[in-house]
């Protein structure tokens, strides 16, 4: 039996709002941290299209005014919480598993990894967290209750500057090492080589955006704050990167967070 107009009507209102649910859900804003090398560390929102600073949302501070500072931010879908990694040098709890409120900044601690970490992905499928290690080849998996970063396995490659890490929307893992692009293996931590990011500078931060386009944080060279950084794009093909657009300094911490409209 053929719905009626009243059927029909009722058809084209549910797939109205399905679309606009689907909508709401779709959009993204780009978030990027600062807080290297013991500075202050400031959450902002980015122009993806031109990197430039859209909205400085505030100190990454907890509730106590602690400051902190990141050298990860990933979105986990299940939860809805957006967590961060602390750098070496964050003026509280250093080498730490965090919460970031993404509308206020406020920084919630979870716990310590145990271990040095350079960034963190997780795999949108399983809300699995991975880390690397800039000091050595070793890769993580990390409990999102406690912190605790447990070697899974071996990158291959040693020494990580920039040391960027983040998968895409198939759980897909990449990674950049000084001027190197890898895809990683999630089981155990092999990183296959894809090609040269042939820019100027180490790529800090990696971070994909619904569309499964890498963007990158290039700059600092790994020795400093001072560096102005670039938002950058990466070809998952060959790993070659285009610069979009300045930034400011410092930032290293980037992630693409879905918002409601």
Do not use: W
């Not at 979105?75 to 809805?80: C, D, K, L």
Request: proline letters at 4%.
């Amino acid at each position: 039996m053929r719905p009626g107009k009243l059927g029909l009507l009722v058809i084209a209102l549910l797939v109205s709002s399905t679309l606009a649910v689907s909508a709401k859900k779709s959009k993204t804003v780009l978030y990027a941290a600062s807080g290297t090398f013991g500075v202050q560390g400031v959450l902002y929102t980015l122009n993806p299209a031109t990197g430039a600073v859209l909205t400085t949302v505030g100190p990454l501070n907890d509730s106590d005014g602690n400051n902190y500072g990141l050298t990860g931010l990933r979105y986990e879908p299940t939860n809805g919480l957006l967590y961060g990694a602390t750098t070496t040098t964050s003026p509280t709890d250093p080498n730490y598993l965090v919460i970031v409120n993404p509308a206020t900044a406020l920084v919630t601690p979870i716990g310590p990894f145990g271990n040095y970490i350079t960034d963190i992905a997780i795999d949108p499928r399983t809300g699995m967290m991975y880390g690397v290690s800039g000091n050595n080849e070793k890769f993580y998996t990390i409990d999102i209750t406690t912190g605790l970063a447990t070697q899974t396995g071996s990158t291959l490659i040693g020494f990580q500057n920039g040391g960027g890490l983040a998968a895409n929307s198939v759980g897909a893992l990449y990674g950049v090492s000084n001027f190197s692009f890898y895809s990683y293996n999630e089981t155990t931590g092999n990183a296959t080589l894809v090609g040269l990011t042939l820019l100027s500078d180490f790529v800090r931060g990696l971070a994909f955006n619904s569309s499964n386009v890498l963007y990158g944080m290039e700059g600092g060279g790994g020795i400093d704050n001072l560096h102005l950084r670039f938002l950058v794009t990466l070809d998952l093909s060959t790993g070659v990167g285009v610069e979009v657009g300045a930034c400011i300094n410092d930032l290293d911490a980037l992630e693409f967070v879905p918002v409601s409209r």
